[in-house]
């Protein structure tokens, strides 16, 4: 009886020390605010204010799953899986030819982790999502996109097929290798994709470079997920993108800085975007009054951008931060003479009523000289100006 009992506590022991081995947590984020734009293009050609109740103004609304499990030896498996959501609708999040509603579309990777660095597979962000935390994402998120973060990716883009390296920190220094397969029969390069990336944390301060490139896949448009176009108001006749597989299609650079004075985080990067498909012998003529339609818009796109950014953000208390940011992109289109220009003037607070759940302010004046005005949310069609208004709440879980 004794030796009965000893060995049901001992396999008790191995099963409790099995289960606190491997871990999963369910994670998430439901952020919704009530949004004011000015000038707003309509579906009659014009424009016109709209009210709205938005998903994912700082963050996108998601839904996630994560674990590790100890192989021993200092050796872990690992895996992240993460849905997007609309909360204003309850839909799942993506519905552009390249997500569709896929279902973990935000990210889905496993690999292994240990003193080497992490290895992953899946659909992942390359490093330009890690150090986007030295911008104004990490306060604003996706309110400064349209004005350029969604152009030089530093909101985070996924790669599909693809498998990353990270190594562990060093000394304060991260590196970052991505590669994307193309997954095309007898041409390796239709679809690929790779990138590096390099970040150094060191107390007050941190610094961050990323580059990545993309190629054709012969298919579907390569970057739709950016949106700077000519004004309608030139006289250039641009449109659609001759997708040749292979040739390189997106090439974005970028460097960030932030540093941490007391109280104030003050921050300041540079992209520089080459979409080298967007040439004059790559567009189809058509006229340009249709430049402002959705397909067009989506479409005619900016062949190379230069995009600003400096800002700041205050804690006024431990639960109260000021904020404030300025963007400023400069684009350039195959046949139009000059660049256009887009502005965009950003203040907000963001107040915690707990380290889970934050009200948000914010208030941005767009400028668009040139080009299509982008818009806060929604594109003006025209080159004016926008102003925009949200307020709102996150949770964090």
């Given amino acids: 009886m004794k030796k009965s009992l000893l060995a049901l506590a001992v396999l008790g022991a191995f099963a409790g020390a099995a289960q606190a081995q491997s871990t999963v947590t369910i994670y998430g984020i439901v952020d919704t605010g009530v949004v004011y734009q000015s000038k707003v293009a309509t579906t009659g050609g014009g424009t016109g204010s709209k009210f709205g109740l938005n998903s994912g103004v700082i963050q996108g609304s998601r839904l996630g799953f994560k674990g590790v499990e100890d192989l021993g030896g200092g050796l872990n498996a690992v895996f992240n899986l993460e849905m997007g959501f609309n909360n204003d609708t309850g839909g799942l999040q993506g519905s552009d030819a390249q997500t569709?509603?896929?279902?973990?579309?935000?990210?889905?990777?496993?690999?292994l982790a240990g003193g080497f660095g992490t290895v992953l597979v899946g659909r992942q962000t390359d490093f330009a999502d890690t150090i986007s935390s030295y911008t104004s994402v990490q306060d604003f998120g996706g309110w400064t996109g349209n004005v350029g973060h969604n152009l030089d990716r530093l909101e985070g883009t996924r790669t599909n097929n693809s498998i990353s390296y990270t190594t562990n920190n060093l000394g304060g220094f991260t590196g970052n290798l991505i590669y994307g397969f193309g997954e095309t029969a007898g041409q390796t390069s239709a679809g690929q994709s790779f990138?590096?990336?390099?970040?150094?944390?060191?107390?007050?301060?941190?610094?961050?470079?990323?580059?990545?490139?993309?190629?054709?896949?012969?298919?579907?448009?390569?970057?739709s997920d950016t949106s700077l176009i000519p004004s309608s108001s030139t006289t250039a006749s641009v449109n659609t993108l001759?997708?040749?597989?292979g040739t390189t299609a997106f090439k974005g650079w970028n460097l960030v800085a932030s540093y941490q004075f007391g109280p104030a985080r003050v921050y300041g990067n540079w992209s520089r975007v080459k979409q080298d498909l967007n040439t004059q012998a790559n567009l189809t003529s058509v006229g340009v009054g249709s430049l402002a339609s959705v397909n067009n818009r989506l479409l005619a796109r900016a062949n190379k951008a230069d995009v600003y950014e400096i800002g700041t953000a205050y804690s006024l208390t431990p639960s109260l931060k000021l904020l404030g940011a300025i963007e400023h992109t400069r684009a350039t289109f195959d046949g139009v003479t000059g660049k256009g220009k887009v502005t965009q003037y950003n203040i907000g607070t963001d107040y915690w009523l707990s380290k889970r759940t934050d009200l948000y302010a914010f208030l941005a004046y767009q400028k668009a000289t040139d080009m299509v005005n982008t818009g806060v949310s929604d594109s003006t069609g025209t080159d004016g100006n926008q102003t925009a208004v949200a307020v709102g709440i996150r949770h964090k879980f």
């Fill in 100 to 111: 569709g509603s896929n279902l973990f579309r935000r990210k889905s990777v496993v690999g």
């Fill in 195 to 223: 990138g590096a990336g390099l970040k150094y944390d060191n107390g007050p301060l941190g610094l961050g470079a990323n580059y990545y490139q993309s190629k054709a896949n012969g298919t579907t448009a390569y970057s």
């Fill in 242 to 245: 001759a997708n040749t597989a």
